[in-house]
């Protein structure tokens, strides 16, 4: 058996020592995927000790990239997509243009050319898939029109840079760079295609790869699933939505020269049509969070550590273009676009970072000459760097966040957010969360037409409670201005069925100091999660898994007890007889 395994090292090296770089990080209160970019920088070339294979990590990285955007498609509408882009179409343009242009104008004053200042702009301007949708997740904002903005600006990003890999050969010949050598489409170069030409190849192959899936994946995709469902076999579920998944990805990238990741992000879409869109995106979450965490482990072994030393004064200029430049833009183009502050705060930090396109564009562009190696070296530093930022600017728009959303009585002149008002209900039943528990929950209050209020971060969701006539507000419980305006003190009841312990906590904690004798019902997925709960002040916490139990037990109890008095009756028969 052949010892030399450099898959099985990479693989053990990358997620060991980001399980204890990772450990550490959250130990100090940093978010982990700092630790996961220390790893890599640890097992990287520029640093002593072994040195994991640099190109079988970013394979793989890919991977967890294709399962997190095919799960993220999972939880994004067609309709959702259409419903932001008169904000996300504009605004990412407009934004990719203003950061390109910042690029080009700090490539020229370091004696750069235009060609190479174009490429630097470029992926100076495209934001990381991994870290805006990690943070978007975090932050429960995946289903917030803040969040559908987000994504969908993100998925004209990604169609812009997959128009510029495919023209960047074309304007290297132009520029005096080897773009003969790297034409990559086959039509383009049997047929002699110019720039032009190549351009409407590009978007021709992308519009017939949107069709197919619209005409034939959204029909096919669901249809497989269901079949695979019906046959009781979860690992062959599991495996069908892996290969749903890796499958149309590559074939969207070799077929149509799409990226990895829309073509994952549209398998994702078509196949939300079905109802085990729930499930297969949960059958996925393992594999996605492991590859996700690869994905920062191969960005950390591109990083020169020493390269910072060297050239500080670019490196800084870059990360200022990364972190300010570009985020101004965006929050400017928001603004315009008579989008709330807080809306144009969450999509500015969300960009105020760059990743895995950004290392494709270097890569090709230093390939054909048209990108010096140390602008390679600068961009690679300027995303690390703006990932490791990324949660101190979402810190800051926390804070900026909140500070907005306090009246400030000391200055009436100020613009400040109105408060959120108080319901009038009283007496009344305040539900956290409208999902899978939430609902059953609120159908039955709305059935006994019981007065309840439901709290939910789902704009959508909110909408369709209030068509119904059924109060809602939307945003997170744990926040106290949002808190205070269920009118917990006027309350008899509390139900929290979001699954997240730790804001479940900061919900319980403040609505009983508002209310003593508020009853407050909670739910849990584990002992310590009860104990937690119950110590802040909860009256009782539901365990799924102890509730299914205690259904089964009853029901054997009550066939138990079933069979004893028919026995007992045919015993007396017997005896009569």
Not at 316 to 324: C, D, E, G, Q, S
Not at 441 to 464: I, N
């Amino acid at each position: 058996m052949p010892h030399d395994t450099p898959l099985i090292a990479t693989v053990v090296a990358g997620l060991g020592l980001a399980f204890v770089f990772g450990t550490i990080a959250q130990r100090f209160r940093v978010p982990p995927l700092v630790g996961y970019l220390i790893a890599g920088v640890a097992v990287g070339p520029f640093t002593p000790g072994f040195v994991a294979d640099q190109a079988l990590a970013t394979e793989l990285a890919e991977l967890g990239i294709i399962l997190l955007m095919f799960g993220v498609g999972l939880h994004f509408s067609l309709n959702d997509l259409l419903s932001v882009r008169a904000i996300a179409v504009p605004g990412a343009i407009a934004q990719i243009a203003v950061a390109t242009l910042l690029g080009l104008g700090l490539a020229l004053m370091m004696g750069w050319t235009i060609g190479a200042g174009l490429v630097f702009g470029l992926a100076l301007s495209v934001a990381s898939t991994v870290v805006l949708l990690r943070a978007l997740q975090e932050r429960r904002l995946m289903d917030t029109e803040r969040g559908k903005i987000a994504v969908g600006w993100l998925i004209v990003e990604d169609l812009a840079m997959v128009l510029a890999l495919v023209l960047f050969p074309a304007v290297a010949s132009f520029q005096g760079g080897d773009g003969a050598a790297l034409v990559s489409d086959p039509l383009a170069t049997r047929f002699g295609l110019g720039l032009t030409g190549v351009l409407v190849l590009t978007l021709v192959k992308i519009a017939v790869f949107i069709a197919l899936m619209l005409v034939v994946g959204r029909r096919l995709i669901p249809w497989a699933l269901h079949y695979i469902a019906h046959t009781g076999s979860r690992e062959l579920f599991r495996l069908a939505v892996l290969a749903i998944a890796l499958c149309i990805a590559f074939g969207a990238t070799k077929l149509f020269g799409v990226s990895l990741a829309l073509g994952a992000f549209f398998a994702g879409m078509m196949l939300r049509e079905s109802p085990l869109s729930q499930r297969a995106a949960q059958e996925t979450l393992p594999l996605r969070d492991a590859f996700a965490v690869l994905f920062f482990v191969s960005v950390g072994m591109l990083f020169d550590p020493f390269s910072v030393v060297r050239e500080p004064w670019p490196f800084l200029a870059t990360l200022f273009v990364i972190v300010v430049g570009k985020s101004l833009a965006a929050l400017l183009i928001v603004v315009l676009f008579r989008h709330p502050m807080a809306t144009a705060l969450m999509i500015s930090a969300s960009l105020a970072q760059i990743g895995e396109f950004s290392f494709i564009l270097a890569e090709l562009g230093v390939a054909l000459n048209l990108l010096p190696k140390a602008g390679r070296d600068l961009i690679l530093a300027g995303a690390i760097f703006s990932i490791m930022l990324n949660p101190l600017v979402f810190a800051v728009v926390d804070w900026l966040t909140s500070r907005l959303e306090k009246p400030q009585a000391s200055s009436p002149t100020a613009a400040t957010a109105e408060p959120i008002p108080i319901t009038d209900l009283q007496d009344h039943t305040i539900l956290i969360g409208y999902g899978r528990v939430g609902s059953l929950v609120g159908d039955a209050l709305h059935q006994r037409k019981a007065p309840f209020l439901a709290v939910e971060a789902s704009d959508d969701t909110v909408a369709k409670l209030r068509r119904r006539g059924i109060e809602a507000l939307m945003g997170n419980a744990a926040r106290a201005s949002v808190l205070r305006a269920t009118n917990p003190a006027g309350a008899r009841s509390l139900v929290i069925a979001i699954p997240e312990a730790f804001e479940a906590g900061q919900i319980v904690e403040q609505a009983r100091a508002a209310n003593a004798d508020i009853r407050i019902i909670a739910r849990a997925h584990s002992d310590a999660e009860v104990d937690h709960l119950k110590g802040l002040g909860a009256d009782i916490v539901i365990m799924g898994e102890r509730e299914i139990a205690r259904g089964m037990i009853e029901e054997l109890d009550r066939r138990h007890a079933g069979i004893a008095v028919q026995t007992a009756t045919t015993a007396r028969e017997d005896s009569a007889a």
